[in-house]
């Protein structure tokens, strides 16, 4: 990756149509987000951010405007163009994991793998996801299954899919959404080390103290961009999972 302009929409719209009905859901957002920055995606239901987060993961195509990632134009490709580019360039961390129940942690890990052009061996494949969970600390648990883990491991796994393929963007939605407050802050430790190596994150939330961990935040409301500011007081994950429960450093 250069230090450019990774992601860049120009006046992107979006409509949807019910019968003669139409909703506009994105109405004519222009946004860049260059290399490495960690940008948190904020709005209130109905605000547009999960439409925007949609296009920006090449999962919907904007209705009207351009959507550049790294510097292609990817706005009218087919559904499987779309698809390529999900695979070589995006990663996605859901609020509900999205494990499959009878498949280990390392193959789930593995799965976004089978589907790409590298042609991994089964050794190869093996060593890549016992590699990535390890890097999210899951060493000693790639043969558990999901209903042996813990909700924040869950998600540890779900972030390991998301990186098995070295994307250029890493797109999480909601991704504490289900995970209690202390599991919560070790995810976003995870995210900050992934950022600081390098990643670009786009995050959506709705929750204040949680887009504190992100460098940037974009603010929607009514499908339109409201604020878009830096963070300058930004949370240290890291520094919090240093504290005990009663708030006095160890």
Same mark, same amino acid.
């Given at each position: 990756m250069n230090n450019g302009?990774?992601?860049?929409?120009?006046?992107?719209?979006?409509?949807y149509r019910t019968g003669e009905m139409e909703v506009?859901?994105?109405?004519?957002?222009?946004?860049?987000?260059?290399?490495?920055?960690?940008?948190?995606?904020?709005?209130?239901?109905?605000?547009?951010?999960s439409t925007l987060m949609n296009i920006l993961g090449c999962l919907d195509r904007p209705s009207s405007g351009q959507y550049f990632l790294d510097n292609a134009d990817v706005s009218d490709l087919n559904r499987?163009?779309?698809?390529?580019?999900?695979?070589?360039?995006?990663?996605?961390?859901?609020?509900?994991?999205?494990?499959l129940a009878r498949t280990s942690a390392r193959e789930n890990a593995e799965l976004p793998?089978?589907?790409?052009?590298?042609?991994?061996?089964h050794v190869q494949l093996r060593e890549k996801a016992d590699r990535v969970l390890a890097s999210v600390g899951l060493a000693g648990r790639e043969d558990h299954f999901p209903s042996q883990?813990?909700?924040?491991?869950?998600?540890? +796994?779900?972030?390991?899919?998301? &990186? @098995?393929? /070295?994307?250029?963007?890493?797109?999480?939605?909601?991704?504490?959404g289900n995970l209690d407050s202390r599991t919560s802050v070790e995810i976003m430790a995870i995210f900050q080390q992934l950022n600081e190596n390098g990643i670009t994150i786009i995050m959506v939330t709705h929750?204040?103290?949680?887009?504190?961990?992100?460098?940037?935040? +974009?603010?929607?409301?009514?499908? &339109? @961009?409201? /604020?878009?500011?830096?963070?300058?007081?930004?949370?240290?994950?890291?520094?919090?999972?240093?504290?005990?429960?009663?708030?006095?450093?160890?």
């Open positions: 302009t990774l992601v860049k929409l120009v006046d992107v719209h979006k409509v506009p859901a994105v109405r004519g957002v222009s946004l860049d987000i260059k290399a490495g920055e960690f940008v948190a995606l904020m709005g209130a239901s109905g605000s547009g951010k499987d163009q779309l698809a390529e580019i999900r695979n070589r360039k995006l990663g996605f961390v859901f609020q509900s994991f999205n494990l793998l089978i589907y790409s052009a590298q042609n991994l061996s883990l813990s909700g924040g491991q869950q998600q540890r +796994v779900a972030i390991a899919r998301a &990186l @098995i393929n /070295d994307p250029e963007v890493l797109l999480a939605d909601e991704p504490t929750e204040q103290d949680i887009a504190a961990y992100a460098k940037r935040n +974009v603010v929607m409301r009514d499908g &339109l @961009i409201r /604020d878009d500011h830096l963070v300058t007081q930004r949370s240290d994950a890291k520094a919090q999972l240093t504290q005990p429960s009663n708030g006095v450093m160890e």
